[in-house]
């Protein structure tokens, strides 16, 4: 039997168990023994193994999750796109069978100018979407060259995706394995991303020169980690996000009918349907560790005791290893190396209820009010240019939230009317840069927090003329703030930064690529381990075939 501890699905795709929480919203009753303790349940439960899952928090999902945190509009609290779901979990899991919907997005992009345009005219702004030609024409209105070349980058980007492909559905090879034939494919692919130890600005400097298409591609190569577009290794983190695919089209992102939560939703109705058990309100306080030095369970808070032969954990490596494992049964080496993970955010989530539909001065709203193809759109705020990012990154940099920060506005109840009252919108801004602690170490207060809110809001009220006195609501996420509610290490969304040290054989340390862990039966699952973070599930499939073929051995 087996059992799953989770904590945080942050851009992730698999079933896991978690920190904090007390009682399960299943029927079933938690039972003392099951074969493993896991994250990754659907998969193991498939393959003969019965599984539990462990949720702490009260809602399941870790932080791809639904969360009605103001009356009468649902919002995806933390994670709020879908697109690197790997395909063959999507088909393997019947997910859409299990309730998963999702609308897609075209446009997909809207970067509003705020310079004056022609005297009567809205100001400038890129849209970018499927259709090549209109694509080709908005990119036209800065540079006919950047538009004449864009379907060439674009190959480019497939090409590069095509080439990774082979190593996320895959655990890392081991350093002795690197010569044997079979692992060809995986060297040619390492290989051909030889390109992405560059700058994401390098990468793009070679293609365009356009400074509205450069910073609108660039937001890629950092969303979510602390990096600037001119760092070395911010060219992969750009790969990471137009790698995925939905609907079979590639590159693409969607919105999750009733949000993020829909995903984690409909694995969890795939792994009961299998026969697993999912509990939510479970905190795991420790892994138990037998005589022999081997996990044999978990310990909950309320000293519940689960026993199994295995236990997954979907945690950050620095909770599974510093906070739920046994010092003693860790080598002191082992445990020095944990600490030097980089778990760095730059990240401040808003989540904001509207109760009309945002008005930008480059696309003023239709006089029927309804909802324009851009509204469906990441919009790209303070992405006039590449420089504008950077020197956000400097001030973040300094202890000092962004006073000109980068913001990526999404509004999915433009296409999914189950989110809020009619007439009515949820926001979602994700909002770089922001330090864990502030200048002079300091903590976040409340009046920070509102603060660097009212920054936010006046940026976006400067594009949207009216946005503030349409605010009857917000949630503000600073990088403690989404380590204090999904356990998300530091704020980190992928569970450990996307650097180029922290990725495949370094993922998140070389001696536990593999996801198996220096305690017997004790293994890795998360966004941690290789290929990282993104509602991706391929973190928790890939450790999912090393325990099931590591069980047929115990």
């Not at 296409?415 to 919108?425: E, K, R, S």
């Not at 936010?456 to 949630?475: C, T």
Request: charged fraction near 20%.
């Amino acid at each position: 039997m087996a059992a799953a501890v989770r904590a945080g699905l942050w851009h992730r795709g698999v079933i896991s168990v978690t920190r904090r929480g007390s009682h399960s919203h299943s029927n079933t009753a938690l039972k003392p023994q099951y074969d493993a303790i896991i994250i990754g349940a659907a998969y193991l439960q498939k393959g003969g193994l019965k599984t539990t899952v462990l949720e702490c928090r009260h809602v399941l999902g870790g932080a791809a999750v639904s969360e009605e945190i103001i009356p009468g509009f649902l919002f995806s609290r933390a994670s709020y796109l879908l697109s690197l779901l790997r395909p063959h979990i999507y088909q393997d899991l019947e997910l859409k069978k299990h309730g998963l919907k999702v609308y897609m997005r075209d446009p997909y992009s809207f970067t509003p100018m705020l310079e004056d345009g022609v005297r009567g005219r809205p100001p400038p702004s890129l849209t970018l979407g499927a259709d090549l030609a209109k694509t080709q024409k908005e990119i036209g209105k800065f540079s006919e060259k950047d538009a004449k070349v864009y379907p060439e980058f674009l190959s480019y980007l497939e090409r590069l995706a095509c080439a990774i492909h082979p190593l996320l559905d895959a655990p890392p090879v081991d350093i002795p394995g690197l010569t044997q034939g079979s692992l060809r494919k995986k060297i040619s692919a390492l290989r051909s991303l030889k390109p992405l130890v560059k700058s994401g600005n390098d990468v793009l400097n070679r293609w365009f020169e356009s400074e509205p298409l450069r910073a609108t591609l660039a937001t890629d190569s950092v969303i979510g980690a602390n990096t600037s577009p001119n760092n070395p290794g911010s060219g992969y983190v750009l790969l990471h996000h137009v790698m995925g695919e939905l609907e079979k089209e590639k590159g693409a992102w969607g919105y999750v009918e009733g949000g993020m939560g829909g995903v984690s939703q409909s694995i969890a109705r795939s792994a009961r349907s299998l026969g697993a058990d999912i509990f939510t309100n479970r905190d795991v306080e420790q892994v138990l560790i037998g005589q022999d030095g081997s996990a044999k369970g978990v310990v909950l808070t309320d000293e519940t005791e689960v026993h199994s032969k295995v236990v997954l954990s979907n945690a950050t490596p620095y909770i599974t290893f510093k906070q739920l494992t046994p010092q003693d049964a860790l080598p002191e080496a082992f445990i020095t190396a944990v600490d030097q993970i980089d778990y760095t955010s730059p990240v401040t989530k808003i989540n904001v209820a509207v109760d009309k539909l945002p008005n930008f001065l480059a696309a003023p709203n239709s006089a029927d009010g309804k909802p324009g193809p851009h509204h469906q759109c990441s919009i790209h705020l303070n992405c006039e240019s590449v420089e504008v990012l950077e020197e956000a990154y400097r001030e973040g940099q300094q202890g000092r939230p962004s006073s000109r920060p980068m913001i990526e506005m999404t509004i999915p109840s433009v296409l999914d009317p189950t989110l809020a009252p009619p007439g009515c919108h949820v926001v979602s801004l994700f909002i770089q840069f922001t330090p864990y602690l502030l200048e002079g170490r300091r903590v976040w207060t409340d009046e920070d927090r509102e603060r660097f809110a009212d920054t936010a809001f006046d940026w976006v009220e400067r594009y949207a003329p009216g946005f503030k006195k349409s605010i009857v609501g917000k949630d503000v996420l600073t990088p403690a703030d989404l380590e204090r509610v999904f356990s998300l290490t530091g704020g980190n969304i992928f569970h450990g930064s996307m650097s180029l040290d922290q990725l495949y054989l370094a993922r998140p340390l070389p001696s536990v690529a593999d996801y198996r862990s220096p305690v017997k039966g004790l293994y890795l699952c998360g966004s941690g381990s290789h290929p990282g973070g993104g509602v991706m599930g391929a973190a928790g499939w890939n450790s999912a075939l090393k325990v099931l073929a590591d069980f047929k051995r115990l």
